[in-house]
């Protein structure tokens, strides 16, 4: 179905919609346990299906110092709380395409660029030996314009060009969000930053 045929609606704008919706602030938790939050919907409302929960940040973290960025590899879906928690945010993510690709654990954002430039990991170019060495900033190159450097060499949560990899397991490592999304989340995020990934 073209986006003529739905009124105008993209799928991307519907996933933005969705990420954006689910950002506000929970009103009520489901079980005295559970980490996940739940708007005042009525009864009959079903669960979006991409999985995406709000979280609350005290399981993962013992406090927000500096803001904590939770990513999420099952459910593709990377939590920002603002260090004064007045800030939360849900953003559907890409996520590495295999378990030998994955790194799980504590890391922080050590670096911020924007308008990265990007160079192939030594594994990717002994996969990938066809791959330039180096590709500037721009439309081709695969962090997108922003990019968090993590305290793990060469993993980094960065935007993307292309929009099908988001949701899906695409990515050599890092963790990719629509080109907006890491915009918003570079603005929000600082040295320091504490990352999770689970």
């Given at each position: 179905?073209?986006?003529?045929?739905r009124g105008g609606?993209?799928?991307?704008?519907?996933?933005?919609?969705?990420?954006?919706?689910?950002?506000?602030?929970?009103?009520?938790?489901?079980?005295?346990?559970?980490?996940?939050?739940?708007?005042?919907?009525?009864?009959?409302?079903?669960?979006?299906?991409?999985?995406?929960?709000?979280?609350?940040?005290?399981?993962?973290?013992?406090?927000?110092?500096?803001?904590?960025?939770?990513?999420?590899?099952?459910?593709?879906?990377l939590h920002f709380?603002?260090?004064?928690?007045?800030?939360?945010?849900?953003?559907?993510?890409?996520?590495?395409?295999?378990?030998?690709?994955?790194?799980?654990?504590?890391?922080?954002?050590?670096?911020?660029?924007?308008?990265?430039?990007?160079?192939?990991?030594?594994?990717?170019?002994?996969?990938?030996?066809?791959?330039?060495?180096?590709?500037?900033?721009?439309?081709?190159?695969?962090?997108?314009?922003?990019?968090?450097?993590?305290?793990?060499?060469?993993?980094?949560?960065?935007?993307?060009?292309?929009?099908?990899?988001?949701?899906?397991?695409?990515?050599?490592?890092?963790?990719?969000?629509?080109?907006?999304?890491?915009?918003?989340?570079?603005?929000?995020?600082?040295?320091?930053?504490?990352?999770?990934?689970?």
């Amino acid at each position: 179905m073209s986006s003529s045929d739905r009124g105008g609606i993209s799928r991307r704008a519907v996933l933005g919609g969705v990420a954006s919706g689910i950002a506000a602030p929970a009103l009520a938790q489901n079980t005295p346990d559970s980490t996940e939050f739940e708007g005042s919907a009525g009864q009959g409302v079903r669960r979006n299906i991409s999985s995406f929960r709000t979280l609350d940040w005290r399981p993962y973290f013992s406090d927000t110092r500096n803001g904590a960025i939770l990513v999420d590899l099952t459910s593709r879906a990377l939590h920002f709380w603002s260090e004064d928690r007045s800030v939360y945010r849900l953003y559907p993510t890409s996520v590495p395409m295999s378990e030998d690709l994955t790194r799980r654990g504590r890391t922080e954002v050590v670096r911020k660029v924007e308008g990265p430039s990007w160079r192939p990991t030594p594994a990717m170019r002994a996969r990938n030996p066809e791959w330039p060495d180096y590709v500037p900033p721009g439309p081709d190159n695969p962090l997108g314009t922003h990019a968090l450097y993590l305290s793990w060499e060469f993993y980094r949560i960065h935007g993307t060009h292309d929009t099908r990899k988001i949701g899906r397991r695409s990515s050599n490592g890092c963790v990719g969000l629509y080109n907006e999304h890491i915009a918003e989340l570079f603005g929000h995020a600082q040295l320091g930053t504490q990352v999770l990934l689970i």
